[in-house]
């Protein structure tokens, strides 16, 4: 039996703080990666290969499955709701042999950059539901997840609610900062504000810590 242990993650913080940085120092020991590429960074790292449709990321996990792949996935402006859905429905069909604890099935990681434009925190349509299945049994199937935004308080609260771990660098106004003080405690609330680039806190089993990255 596998151990359904795949977990969510938020890295959120304004612009330029470092949550990217992070991010993308996460993914490097991942054997499978699909990111869902909104502002078109990943596809420029070496390692990765970009692609505009769902046929074309199949392709690629079907030619890479084995040896292993880093996808970054570019979504057409204005249906990004609608793409993170058919790449969720993707991802779950190919981590069906996890679902069924086959031997020899392994996790995967879906990077989701800029969380508020693809699942924002208002009424998603009804038929884009595989992204919410992810955030809720996602770990069934073994797809880990990392979310990333600059705005906390606009991300849907279906996968703020189902984070292992938040990251808050520092945030981008006091809308974010209050609902950051919400998950954490109001104490923290000067020394968010004070973050310097690279310096976060993470909240996890409902302990706060601070660090900070070298950039």
């Known amino acids: 039996m596998l151990n359904k242990d795949a977990k969510r993650f938020l890295i959120t913080g304004a612009s330029g703080t470092g949550k990217s940085h992070d991010a993308k120092k996460a993914v490097k020991g991942w054997k499978r990666v699909l990111v869902f590429d909104v502002l078109q960074e990943y596809g420029v790292l070496p390692e990765f290969v970009t692609v505009k449709t769902v046929k074309e990321a199949l392709e ?28 969720s429905l993707l991802i779950l069909a190919a981590q069906k042999p996890y679902k069924d604890s086959l031997p020899g099935a392994e996790k995967i990681l879906l990077v989701v950059e800029e969380m508020n434009t693809c699942f924002p925190n208002h009424a998603i349509k009804s038929d884009y539901w595989g992204f919410m299945e992810i955030c809720s049994r996602g770990r069934h199937s073994g797809v880990e997840v990392i979310g990333i935004c600059q705005r906390v308080a606009e991300v849907n609260t279906r996968f703020r609610g189902n984070c292992s771990e938040m990251k808050f660098f520092r945030p981008a106004d006091h809308v974010d900062l209050g609902t950051i003080c919400g998950f954490i405690g109001r104490g923290y609330s000067e020394q968010l504000s004070n973050l310097k680039i690279g310096q976060y806190a993470t909240f996890s089993a409902g302990s706060v810590k601070f660090g900070k990255n070298k950039i």
Request: glycine letters at 10%; a positive charge.
């Open 60 to 87: 690629v996990m079907k030619k890479k499955w084995s040896k292993g792949f880093k996808i970054a996935f570019v979504p057409r402006g204005g249906v990004e709701q609608k793409q993170l859905h058919e790449i």
